[in-house]
Structure formats: structure tokens, C-alpha cells
């Protein structure tokens, strides 16, 4: 199917991002709330109308244009004329990313910030082009692959300069090679999940990196932020594959990671692993992959209590049993899903807290590792709901976003934040943020889960549900701001997979310290002399 396109000046057509430009994803998956849902709203927060319609996309206002036809001219002998464009229809869907303030942004009628023009190069060569006269005119860059930012990533801000330039990386789209010896893969930075695990699985191998933004963000994306799938139980986190990186920075070219593990030195891999843009465009990334699993177990549990499925997750990741899926649920997170998402027939009741859990590999691995697991739980107080509430997770893991769109449709505000912590302090985390999140937003339901966990500890992620009301911008910035300060004083990650973008910058020193700052600082210095790659993000 080929992709659709938009009209830009002179009769370019520029590939448009797969999703709606003031929502999730595919307009046409979007799901209206039940009657059963739109009554616990009103019960639950006192939501009972809809929220004002925004406006549509040719309503839509922009601040106008800082690029001139010289610029665009120059663009245009970098990347070709048909691949650059300052229309508004190509500069609007790559306003932002899809965090709650961005669609709440996009919903109001006041002129909205974009880039300045778009580019979408083929290769390297027309990369290192783009950035050579970047530099030169000072036009801030914004490197931009599938648009799922949710923690400001994608403003478009100039950082003093006179212009900003979305870079659309989506040409960027091939298998570059697969060594089935060695089981590496080599992929471009623009491939979207699916497509990279398309052109994986016709040859019989996957990557098995599955985020919740998986149907639209990219390889290269997941390498800039860290990512953290899904299944990271049984393959580990996006940075835990990656065994090589290409780089263009405004300075040259690094071709980055040799061999399984080395000691030549510091591994630079590390600086671009998380970089957000900041230092370079990642442009290629060698993984790990590995043969497609011939068989799947799911199998759900319930937990009494909170407490007791997280220390039933920590057995279960500290004696090796090996899912490739685990997770939990609190109270209020499994009462309110049983409520709100699509159901499989024969799921049953849940009380307490839910734990799904996925095993992937041959046969006699599943069974052995099922098996292993399901000793652990047992022992540790679980109780087994069979494979049907795991399906039901596993058949809608990646739809939460759309019935956030329809939260914010009927009026009430959604938002996630997410954090890590060694098992010893996780407890005392979930209870600071909660508490943040609830003296922020008087009346909030706040939910958390478990969706990632490791020897030493696990993250948190926490949605929050509360009316929409007035201001509420100003509202979820200022619980946000409680919500982090929570989470720096209980010893938590400032971002455990969503990144730190715009809006954990300001906690970054907290993180890393002075002298961390000042590292980062020197490096982009070096990298980057003339400060044109994605402004305002990561480094404070």
C-alpha cells in the first residue's frame, strides 16, 4: 500500500506520518466510550460532557514560516526538490509528539508552533548535506521518525536559531543485511516496528521489541530513547540489542560497535544510546535478533494484594524462570481495565491485583520455563486465572493511547508518567508519586502497574485520570512537576523508557549531577558546534 501523500510547494508530495495529526494512530481504529464507562466517569470524577471539538486539520493555524526560498532552494539540492517542503499540511503533522499537553494543544483554536519546513532525505550523504547548511544558515534541526513522543521530544524549537527543520527520517527503510550465524540484523533508522518485523519474519527471525508505540515508532527512535518493549522480560530492553550504531553529526560520520563486547576503551554506543537527537542522527542499527518462537503459554494470576505480586515478580526475576512477558497490576489499574477495555469471551472475574505472564520459544523451553515460573507464583501467594485474561492483555496491549483520545473526547484528562527503583525502594516510590499525583489533582484516580522488571528492581508506571476542567495544561504541568520532584526525592529514574525530551530536562542535574551536565555539555560542544540539533532537549 503506498503511503499517503500531501501536496507540497511546487508540486512535491511529501509522505505524511501514519497517524491522525490531533490523535492516536489510525483514525479509523478510535473507539467510542461505552455507556458503562462514560457512567463511571461521572460517578468516579464528576465528567459528564463532552469536551469542546477542535479544530480540523485545514482549520488548523500555524505561526508562520521562518524559512525563506533561498533556504528551501539549498534543501532542495541536498535531498531533492520532491522531499522537502514549508506547506502547512506537511509542517502540521510534525508539530509534536502525542503526550496528553500536545493533543490538548492541538485541540485549541490558537495558533499552533510547527516547523519552520520538512525534509525527508535518502541516505547519509543527503543527511550530512542537510546538516552542513543547517549549520551554515542556522536552522535548528529536529530529527523526526514515527511522531510518539510523549515527553516533549519533538518541539519544534529553534534554541535561538532563526529557523527549525523537521528531518523525517521514514526513507530510511531498509533491511540492510541479516547474519543468521551470528544472529544480527542491520536496519534502518526509519523502519517502523511492523516493518522491521515484516521483513525480519520473512526470513524466520524477529526482534521482539514490542513498546506500546510499536505499530508507528521506528528503530531509529527506539535506539535515541532507550526504549523498553513489552517482552523485555524475555529479550531484554532496545539498548540491551543494539550491537552497533551508524551516526551522522554535523562533524562526521561514526560507524560504532565491532564485536559481541570489547575493551577498547569507553563504548561510545553509550553516548548515542539515549541521545535523543541531541548529538547526531542514527541513521542504521545493527540488533540482536532471533528465530521466531515456535510456540506461546500465556497464563494470568491474581494477587491479593500489591505488595505481595511485586515480591512475587522479584522471585520470579531474581531465580531466572524466564518469561518473555511479566507484569502486575494494582487494585485500582485491574478494577478499572476490567471495566474499560474490550474483553475475550470466558475471561474471568479478576479481584485484587492482575499479573500476566507470556512464555515464547520450542516447545520443551515454554514448558520448562511455564512450569518454573508457575512453582514461583504459586508459592508467593498467586492465584492461576488461566490464559484467557493474558490474551485479552496481550490482544489489546497496544490501544490504550486510542481510549485516551476518547477520555479527552468526553471530557476527562489521561496521562501516564513512568520511573524505576531497586526492589527495597520501589514501595516507598509508588506511594510518594501517588500521593503527588492525588495533592495535585484533588479527586485523580491513579493507577500503576509493573510493566518492566530486572534482578535489582522494576519500573512504575502510573496513568491518571481526572476531569478535564479549566486550565488543564496548567493543571497536569503543575501535578507533573509535583509527580517528578516525588520521584527525584524518593530515589527513582527521572524516565525509565519515555526519555527525558523537554519535559524531564529540567530534573536531568538531579539525575546526573553538575559534573554529568557538564560531560553532556562537551560533548555536544564537540558533536555539534553550532548547537542546531534538537534543541532545548535532554541536556540541561
Given at each position: ?6 501536496a507540497?510547494p ?5 509522505p ?37 471539538p477542535?479544530p480540523?486539520a ?11 526560498a ?14 522537502v ?7 502540521l503533522p ?7 499537553p500536545?493533543?490538548?494543544?492541538r ?16 541516505s ?5 548535506a542537510v546538516?552542513?547548511?543547517c549549520?551554515?544558515?542556522r ?7 514515527g ?6 521530544g ?52 524477529e ?21 523498553s ?7 531484554g ?29 569507553p ?11 541531541t548529538l ?5 542499527v545493527?540488533?540482536?535478533?532471533h ?14 494484594d ?15 524462570t ?22 475475550i469471551?470466558?475471561t ?22 511455564s ?20 490474551r ?46 492525588t ?26 485520570v ?10 497536569w ?16 529514574t ?16 538531579d539525575e ?7 560531560v553532556?555539555?562537551a ?13 532545548g532537549?535532554?541536556?540541561?
Amino acid at each position: 500500500m503506498a503511503p499517503e501523500t500531501q501536496a507540497g510547494p511546487g508540486g512535491a508530495a511529501l509522505p505524511l506520518p501514519p497517524m491522525k495529526w490531533n490523535a492516536w494512530g489510525d483514525p479509523a481504529q478510535a473507539k467510542e466510550l461505552s455507556a458503562e464507562v462514560k457512567g463511571l466517569l461521572a460517578a468516579a470524577l464528576g465528567v459528564t460532557g463532552d469536551a469542546a471539538p477542535g479544530p480540523e486539520a485545514d482549520e488548523a493555524v500555524l505561526t508562520p514560516s521562518r524559512i525563506d526560498a533561498e533556504d528551501l532552494e539549498a534543501l532542495a539540492r541536498a535531498v531533492g526538490k520532491e522531499h522537502v517542503s514549508a506547506a502547512d499540511a506537511d509542517r502540521l503533522p510534525r508539530a509534536g509528539g502525542k503526550s496528553t499537553p500536545d493533543l490538548l494543544r492541538r485541540r485549541a483554536r490558537a495558533a499552533q508552533d510547527a516547523p519552520d519546513a520538512v525534509a525527508l532525505p535518502g541516505s547519509e550523504e543527503e543527511i550530512a548535506a542537510v546538516l552542513a547548511l543547517c549549520a551554515e544558515r542556522r536552522i535548528a534541526v529536529v530529527p523526526f521518525g514515527g511522531g510518539t513522543s510523549v515527553v516533549g521530544g519533538l518541539d519544534p524549537e529553534r534554541g535561538g536559531l532563526r529557523a527549525v527543520l523537521s528531518l523525517d527520517l521514514r526513507r530510511l527503510d531498509r533491511l540492510h543485511s541479516l547474519d543468521e550465524t551470528s544472529g544480527e540484523a542491520v536496519l534502518g533508522a526509519g523502519l517502523t516496528g511492523p516493518a522491521a518485523e515484516a521483513l525480519l519474519a520473512e526470513r524466520g527471525w524477529e526482534l521482539g521489541h514490542y513498546p506500546q508505540s510499536f505499530r508507528y515508532a521506528t528503530i531509529g527512535g527506539f535506539a535515541a530513547t532507550r526504549s523498553s518493549g513489552q517482552d523485555s522480560a524475555g529479550y531484554g530492553r532496545f539498548d540491551e540489542m543494539v550491537r552497533g550504531l551508524r551516526v551522522v553529526t554535523p562533524v562526521g560520520v561514526l560507524d560504532l560497535g565491532r564485536a559481541p563486547a570489547s575493551a577498547a576503551g569507553p563504548d561510545l554506543r553509550q553516548l548515542f544510546l539515549g541521545s535523543e537527537g541531541t548529538l547526531g542522527v542514527i541513521t542504521a542499527v545493527r540488533l540482536r535478533v532471533h528465530p521466531l518462537p515456535a510456540v506461546k503459554a500465556y497464563e494470568a494470576w491474581s494477587f491479593p494484594d500489591f505488595t505481595t505480586g511485586t515480591d512475587a515478580l522479584r522471585a520470579v526475576e531474581q531465580q531466572g524462570t524466564g518469561p518473555t512477558v511479566i507484569r502486575l497490576s494494582d487494585e485500582a489499574e485491574t478494577m478499572v481495565n476490567l471495566a474499560m477495555t474490550e474483553k475475550i469471551g470466558g475471561t474471568p472475574a479478576v479481584s485484587g491485583c492482575l499479573a500476566v505472564t507470556v512464555f515464547e520459544g520450542t516447545a520443551e523451553q515454554v514448558a520448562a520455563r511455564s512450569e518454573l515460573t508457575r512453582a514461583v507464583l504459586l508459592a508467593a501467594g498467586g492465584t492461576s486465572l488461566g490464559e484467557a485474561p493474558a490474551r485479552a492483555w496481550e490482544h489489546g496491549r497496544f490501544n490504550a493511547p486510542y481510549l485516551r483520545d476518547s477520555l479527552l473526547d468526553a471530557g476527562a484528562l489521561c496521562e501516564t508518567l513512568e520511573t524505576a527503583a531497586n526492589w527495597s525502594g520501589l514501595a516507598g516510590l509508588r506511594f510518594a508519586v501517588t500521593a503527588a499525583l492525588t495533592e495535585a489533582l484533588p479527586g485523580a484516580l491513579v493507577l500503576c502497574h509493573v510493566s518492566h522488571v530486572y534482578p535489582t528492581g522494576a519500573s512504575l508506571y502510573f496513568t491518571v485520570v481526572a476531569a478535564l476542567g479549566e486550565e488543564p495544561l496548567e493543571r497536569w504541568a503543575a501535578a507533573k512537576r509535583a509527580a517528578c520532584d516525588a520521584i527525584v526525592r524518593s530515589g527513582g529514574t527521572i524516565s525509565h523508557h519515555h526519555a527525558v525530551g523537554a519535559d524531564h530536562r529540567p530534573w536531568m542535574t538531579d539525575e546526573i549531577g553538575d559534573l554529568g551536565v557538564r560531560v553532556l555539555r562537551a560533548v555536544k560542544a564537540e558533536l555539534d558546534p553550532a548547537g542546531i540539533l534538537n534543541p532545548g532537549k535532554l541536556i540541561p
